[in-house]
């Protein structure tokens, strides 16, 4: 019955935190903005200062971590099959991912390297 009704707050937990995360973060870039404004700066500074980089390498990380998120759970699941203990998946899973990000950002620092 408890856990039921926790249940049934995840996801209107999980809608709420990510609605405030949004707007904090609309929030203070209109304070950045703002302070902008205030200091004095002409129109050209402003767009300078808040013009954004692009990463362009952004999709090749994402491929990288889901490849290996995506190898830690094919390799967790065997794992839980061969072994019958529960632990394997989240491991793999953790420790893929773990890989993953290590490895897109080793991998996409080189390609910046190899380019500048």
Known sequence: MASE?????????ITLVIGLVIIVAFYL???EKQMLI???LSAEE???FLEKKRDGLGLMKI???SIFFGLGLGIGMMLQDWSSKEYWIPLC????TGI???S??????KMKNKNA
Do not use: D, Q, Y
């Open 63 to 65: 491929g990288i971590i």
């Open 93 to 96: 899973l953790f420790v893929g």
């Open 46 to 48: 402003i767009k300078k």
């Open 5 to 13: 009704v926790v249940a049934v707050f995840i996801p209107i937990i």
């Open 38 to 40: 205030e200091k004095g």
């Open 104 to 109: 897109a950002n080793i991998i996409t620092n």
């Open 29 to 31: 870039e209109s304070k």
């Open 100 to 102: 993953g990000f290590v």
